[in-house]
Structure formats: structure tokens, C-alpha cells
T-cell receptor
Framework: AQSVSQHNHHVILSEAASLELGCNYS??????LFWYVQYPGQHLQLLLK??????LVKGIKGFEAEFIKSKFSFNLRKPSVQWSDTAEYFC?????????????FGRGTSLIVHP | DSGVTQTPKHLITATGQRVTLRCSPR?????VYWYQQSLDQGLQFLIQ???????AKGNILERFSAQQFPDLHSELNLSSLELGDSALYFC??????????????FGEGSWLTVV
């Protein structure tokens, strides 16, 4: 079945620690990959996306993600987190549905950064 | 601000009732998507409309329906409401009809509480 898995449901870090959030997908078609962030009480905002080309993608707020095709993975990284990075992070993959490519989301990872 | 506008932001209603959620897409976007976010199900795709026509259907209950009007705004109608329908309902929009490379942008959501 087509799916998106985020292995870390809850992550707690101290400021300045490095972050890596895992995302794996099960889909055999052309992949478009996304990371969205949802700050407390807010809507989902696009952090970064990968369609083709360089598998290392840089996004906003110092985030980056690496697409590894052989591992069906698209992990999100940040070298040094800040308290303001506390949020829910969602990985998404466009999957074909009735001729349209619809983002399918993972269950999300809750990140708490302690000052 | 993503440019996607949703109303109302919060809604409390009783079981068995019917509600209508409204969404205005970003300027220039022709596609509208509806998602339901709940603690137990995560982010679930409900339905997509493109330029007034239904384009893709996800896990939308028969009690729910949607439409997109000529001015491109969309409404999601939820009827015979049950306690389990309590969730955050997101609208998103995109320029295209959902080909590869499709990127969607979310509104702030409508919180529905069924009591």
C-alpha cells in the first residue's frame, strides 16, 4: 500500500542540538517530496520540497532534507535547533489518485526544543 | 499568511446537525483541496476540486460533500454530524490541477467541535 512513515513521533532537544527527522515512503511512481511545519495553533507551512535534481534540498529557516532514492527516504535535518523550532513536522509525498497527484502525509513528528 | 482563507475559524455544534465550511483559494489558484486533521487519523485527504469540477476523491464520508463555485471558492458541507467528526478541517490550494510537481498551500483551518 502507498504510505508515508515518520518514525519519530516525539522528539525533545535542547537548543543548539542537531536535528534529524526520518521519513520513508512506499510509492512506485514519480516522487515529489515535501516537508511542512505546523507551529502551535497555526496552519501548515511549506518548509522545503524536492521534485528533481540535486537530492540535497535547502529550505527556509535553515532546514535541509536529503532524498535517498535507494532507501525511499527524505529525512529532514537542521544543524542547530532553536526554541522557535518547536512545532509539528509533516513529511508528504505526492501520490497519484484518479489522475491527480495528491500530497499524502505522514503522521507527523512533534518537536519540542528546550531553551 | 498563505493567502488561503477559511471561515469560520471555530465552530461548535450538536450531533445530528449540518455545517458548512468555506474556503477561498490563493489568488490565481484553480485547485482546492480539503483535508481533515484528527489526533487518531492524522491528516486525511478528503477531496479536490479543479476549476469547478471534482478532480480527486479521498477518504470522504457520504455524509460530507463539497463543491467549488465559479468564483473558485469552495464549501465543505458536513451533515448528520457525529462526535467523531470533531477535527480540524484544512483547505489548501494550488495553481494546477494536480500534475507531478503539484505544491499545495494551506489555510489556517476550521476547528469543528461536535458536542
Amino acid at each position: 500500500a502507498q504510505s508515508v512513515s515518520q518514525h519519530n513521533h516525539h522528539v525533545i532537544l535542547s537548543e543548539a542540538a542537531s536535528l534529524e527527522l526520518g521519513c520513508n515512503y512506499s510509492y512506485g511512481g514519480t516522487v515529489n517530496l515535501f516537508w511542512y511545519v505546523q507551529y502551535p495553533g497555526q496552519h501548515l507551512q511549506l518548509l522545503l520540497k524536492y521534485f528533481s535534481g540535486d537530492p540535497l534540498v535547502k529550505g527556509i529557516k535553515g532546514f535541509e532534507a536529503e532524498f535517498i532514492k535507494s532507501k525511499f527516504s527524505f529525512n529532514l535535518r537542521k544543524p542547530s535547533v532553536q526554541w522557535s523550532d518547536t512545532a509539528e513536522y509533516f513529511c508528504a509525498v505526492n501520490m497519484e489518485s484518479g489522475g491527480s497527484y495528491i500530497p499524502t502525509f505522514g503522521r507527523g513528528t512533534s518537536l519540542i526544543v528546550h531553551p | 499568511d498563505s493567502g488561503v482563507t477559511q471561515t469560520p475559524k471555530h465552530l461548535i455544534t450538536a450531533t445530528g446537525q449540518r455545517v458548512t465550511l468555506r474556503c477561498s483559494p490563493r489568488s490565481g489558484d484553480l485547485s482546492v483541496y480539503w483535508y481533515q486533521q484528527s489526533l487518531d487519523q492524522g491528516l486525511q485527504f478528503l477531496i479536490q476540486y479543479y476549476n469547478g469540477e471534482e478532480r480527486a476523491k479521498g477518504n470522504i464520508l457520504e455524509r460530507f460533500s463539497a463543491q467549488q463555485f465559479p468564483d473558485l471558492h469552495s464549501e465543505l458541507n458536513l451533515s448528520s454530524l457525529e462526535l467523531g467528526d470533531s477535527a480540524l478541517y484544512f483547505c489548501a490550494s494550488s495553481v494546477g490541477e494536480g500534475g507531478t510537481g503539484n505544491t499545495i498551500y494551506f489555510g489556517e483551518g476550521s476547528w469543528l467541535t461536535v458536542v
